[in-house]
Every structure is written in structure tokens, then in C-alpha cells.
């Protein structure tokens, strides 16, 4: 019999867990899927459009699976979100082409991070507050400049070697990547900046350390065009790295025939 192929969206709150992908002895958010799904009478191999570390969110989390068992994909639903701990839903199943995965499959995704000053008590769990005297202790400027912040960003807009905002491992780090959108979008009613972007794909801590580095120029602490001096000679970053907290993973896109 053949395997039938399935997606999977999925909403979560990053705060609980360790981030997605499974880790012994730690909450992730794969680990309490896996459970949920074996409850459900399902064992699979998931594979997700995005590993998102500690405390970063998803707004639309995908992840695929095969088996050889014909799922009813609402009633799947339902059954494994009775068993999901608080703070993961899975939004939306449905059947998928032979051969679909999450991640090889998905054209893009889209990683939304908020950054600001003086924010409600409801918001900052999903942003990132400041003044923050950790991260910047030689500043009391509290909110970042956008125009400033946007000068910065622009220059990492493109296919770039994006290896000098990575995460260093032990082998060189393969970050060629290319950044469809590059935004910041400002509120207008509380000093409140949302970076967005949009790629073919980000290596480990990129969306982070790239965000840390445009918001120190965005608070007077580097230049605007330090981004471009990264960008054309990686080294290790030893710049500021955002916090998890702030990040969301908002959607990943597919061609018209998948998810």
C-alpha cells in the first residue's frame, strides 16, 4: 500500500517550549506533537518548514508527514488537538501531493519580529522591550530610530552570503541565502516596529543576529552600513543577538498544488 502524504499548519506560543525541534528531557513543540499524534493512533516522521529555536512563536507552523493509513483530516484534527498542551493548535490537515515536504517543498517563508519602547503588559511576550539593559547596558535611548533602522536593513535585501549572521557551528557555516522582502513597518499608536522578511531560506540565528545588529544602528550604537560591511566579509557575529521572544514564524509559502 502506498503512503499517503499529509500538512499540517500549526499555531504555537514559543514561551513554554525549548523550540521546535525535539530535544531529550526538554518541552518542544515536535515532542508534544509527536505524542498528541501517537494518541491519535498515528506514528510518523515530521518534517517542518522551519526549526524555530527557544521561545519564538509560529503563526503558521508547517509540517508533513507520510503514512499508509487514509486520515479523515478534520477528525484527525480534532483528536490530536485534544491531547496538545496549552499553547499549540494545530490550525488545519489536508492531503498532499506524493512526495511533498514541509521544508524542500516551500518557496518561502515569511519571519515577522517586533521590536519597541514602552509597550502593553499583553504585547511583550512577543516583543522585544527596551530599553533593554542587557543587551545595550552604554544606552538610555529607549526607542530606535526607523528611518535609520530601514537604512540599515536595505542593504541585506538580495541573495547574500549571510553567513556572518549565523550561528557558528563546528564547520563552516553554507548561509547563501536570498531575502525576498526586507520591511519595517511602524505603529502609530505606541512605539512599536515590526521587521519583516521574507526568504528562501535562514540559516540557524540569522533572522536574530540581523535584527540585533539593525536595531543597535537604529539606537545611535552602530553604523547603518555595518549590515553591508558583514554581509561582504563574514566573520563570526559578535554583534547583539535579538531575543527569541520577539520573533514569529508568520507563513511559509508553497506553489499553488501544496499547503
Not at 17 to 28: E, I, N, S
Not at 70 to 77: G, V, Y
Not at 136 to 143: A, M
Not at 208 to 227: F, M, W
Request: glycine share 10%.
Amino acid at each position: 500500500m502506498e503512503r499517503r502524504f499529509y500538512a499540517m499548519r500549526l499555531w504555537y506560543e514559543g514561551g513554554p517550549f525549548r523550540g521546535y525541534q525535539r530535544q531529550k528531557g526538554l518541552p518542544t513543540v515536535q515532542g508534544a506533537l509527536e505524542q498528541a499524534m501517537r494518541r491519535a493512533g498515528i506514528c510518523a516522521h515530521l518534517s517542518a518548514a522551519a526549526r524555530t529555536d527557544a521561545g519564538v512563536h509560529a503563526l503558521s507552523q508547517v509540517v508533513s508527514f507520510a503514512v499508509r493509513e487514509a486520515l479523515d483530516p478534520e477528525a484527525f484534527r480534532r483528536e490530536v488537538n485534544r491531547s496538545l498542551p496549552e499553547g499549540i493548535a494545530v490550525l488545519h490537515v489536508r492531503p498532499e501531493r506524493r512526495g511533498f515536504h514541509a521544508r524542500a517543498s516551500a518557496l518561502s517563508r515569511t519571519y515577522v519580529y517586533l521590536v519597541g519602547a514602552g509597550l502593553p503588559e499583553g504585547l511583550r511576550p512577543y516583543a522585544w522591550s527596551l530599553p533593554d539593559g542587557r543587551a545595550f547596558p552604554e544606552t538610555k535611548v529607549e526607542s530606535p530610530d526607523p528611518k535609520v533602522m530601514r537604512a540599515a536593513l536595505s542593504q541585506s535585501l538580495g541573495e547574500h552570503d549571510f553567513a556572518g549572521f549565523s550561528r557558528f557551528g563546528s564547520r563552516r557555516v553554507r548561509a547563501r541565502r536570498t531575502l525576498l522582502r526586507a520591511e519595517i513597518h511602524s505603529a502609530s499608536w505606541v512605539p512599536l516596529h515590526a521587521v519583516v522578511l521574507e526568504g528562501n531560506g535562514f540559516s540557524r540565528a540569522m533572522v536574530r543576529n540581523l535584527v540585533g545588529t539593525v536595531v543597535a544602528a537604529g539606537l545611535g550604537l552602530e553604523r547603518p552600513g555595518r549590515v553591508g560591511e558583514i554581509l561582504s566579509a563574514p566573520t563570526r557575529y559578535r554583534g547583539v543577538r535579538a531575543p527569541g521572544s520577539g520573533l514569529t514564524l508568520a507563513a511559509v509559502s508553497y506553489p499553488p498544488s501544496a499547503a
